[in-house]
């Protein structure tokens, strides 16, 4: 399984950025694939995930309304909109298959004036 996380950055409060993840070495499209991150200090979360088909979503609270997750499975690639973006956002983010123990080398998002 490999997981290539990119499109972080820095970015000032209010501020847009698009992730991507392209993924390979299972069959992406059997999988429901969601996004996490992780800030320093803090243990990961949970932030977005969607269904192998991109028939259904859910998110954190703490991103709803503001970030969304999206799929190509033609090219087996899962996308992060996240828009609106605080403070508080700043962290590496990681996608994965819901199931497998596998992670990325993540992208960082640092949202800062």
């Known amino acids: 399984v490999q997981l290539v996380e990119s499109g972080g950055g820095l970015v000032q409060p209010g501020g847009s950025l698009r992730l991507s993840c392209a993924a390979s070495g299972f069959t992406f499209s059997n999988y429901v694939m969601t996004w996490h991150r992780q800030a320093p200090g803090k243990e990961r979360e949970l932030v977005a995930r969607i269904s192998s088909i991109g028939g259904f979503t859910n998110y954190a609270d703490s991103v709803k309304g503001r970030f969304t997750i999206s799929r190509d499975n033609a090219k087996n690639t899962v996308y992060l909109q996240m828009n609106s973006l605080k403070a508080e956002d700043t962290a590496v983010y990681y996608c994965?298959?819901?199931?497998?123990?596998?992670w990325g080398q993540g992208t960082q998002v640092t949202v800062s004036s």
């Open positions: 994965n298959p819901a199931g497998i123990r596998s």
